[in-house]
């Protein structure tokens, strides 16, 4: 089964040994204190896993910020990411059952002009695929 999955975070480092640390990382929602607001600066990590016996051809990513028709971004993925794919799905020289293929996003700054959901899509293969989405709010004082 194909599926795909992200964090929302303030920012993405990568570390020995090519491991990922996020900071920041958002539990669903984003609050801000007024809109339009500013970020200086959002980030995603994004990653599709599929089996093995289903490589991915193409991959193109979308982010829509709320309200918003044209997208923040539209990028494809690498090629030649997709390409390894079959080195990928061989661990220690055993099968694995599926292949992750990953993308960090950087959005900075990022103009958010209205409450909403910031939403990631995929168009895998030619096919949209809704992957997450990020809840901004207006942050209320008590």
């Known amino acids: 089964m194909r599926y795909g999955y992200c964090i929302f975070c303030d920012d993405i480092r990568t570390e020995l040994g090519e491991k990922l640390s996020f900071m920041g990382v958002y539990n669903g929602v ?17 990653n599709l896993v599929t089996p093995t016996n289903l490589p991915y051809r193409s991959i193109v990513l979308e982010c ?19 390409d ?14 599926d292949v992750v293929v990953g993308a960090s996003l950087v959005f900075s700054p990022l103009r958010i002009r209205r409450p ?20 901004i709010a207006k942050h209320h004082d008590h």
């Open 30 to 46: 984003l609050l801000l204190p007024e809109f339009p607001y500013t970020l200086p600066k959002l980030c995603a990590q994004i």
């Open 64 to 82: 829509f910020a709320p309200g918003e028709d044209q997208p923040l971004l539209r990028e494809n993925l690498d090629t030649v990411q997709l």
């Open 84 to 97: 390894e794919q079959e080195e990928m799905s061989v661990v220690a020289g055993e099968q694995t059952p």
């Open 116 to 135: 909403g959901f910031l939403s990631i899509r995929a168009v895998i293969d030619d096919e949209p695929v809704e992957i997450s989405s990020l809840r």
